[in-house]
């Protein structure tokens, strides 16, 4: 069974950086696609940045700020989040989409924020 772990979360203050952190434990297949997500309290979660073989992808509020990088070698995605924003709050989730078509869900890493 495969297993995504995170890691990386913490407390920063506005205007710091975090680097998080994915690991699958394992893998059936090759991994096609990376995502992360995010989910801020109160919300429902939303996607945040996607890195295939050959592209990356972010979604606006992050463009500029963060940068999403793999290691195909360690099965391994990270997120480097720069200029953070107390809206950057949230536990992060990372997805992988393998080419057997099957996905799994990391449980989560809790960042905040602080003014």
């Known amino acids: 069974q495969v297993q995504l772990v995170e890691s990386g979360g913490g407390l920063v203050q506005t205007g710091g950086s975090l680097r998080l952190s994915c690991a699958a434990t394992?893998?059936?297949?090759?991994?096609?696609?990376m995502d992360w997500y995010r989910q801020a309290p109160g919300k429902e979660r939303e996607w945040v940045a996607r890195?295939?073989?050959?592209?990356?992808a972010y979604a606006d509020p992050v463009k500029g700020r963060f940068t999403i990088s793999r290691d195909n070698a360690k099965a391994t995605v990270y997120l480097q989040m720069n200029s953070l924003k107390p809206e950057d709050t949230g536990v992060y989730y990372c997805?992988?989409?393998?080419?057997?078509?099957?996905?799994?869900w990391g449980k989560g890493t809790l960042v905040t924020v602080s003014l």
């Open positions: 997805r992988f989409w393998f080419s057997d078509n099957s996905n799994y």
């Open positions: 394992t893998t059936t297949s090759s991994i096609n696609t």
């Open positions: 890195v295939t073989q050959y592209t990356t």
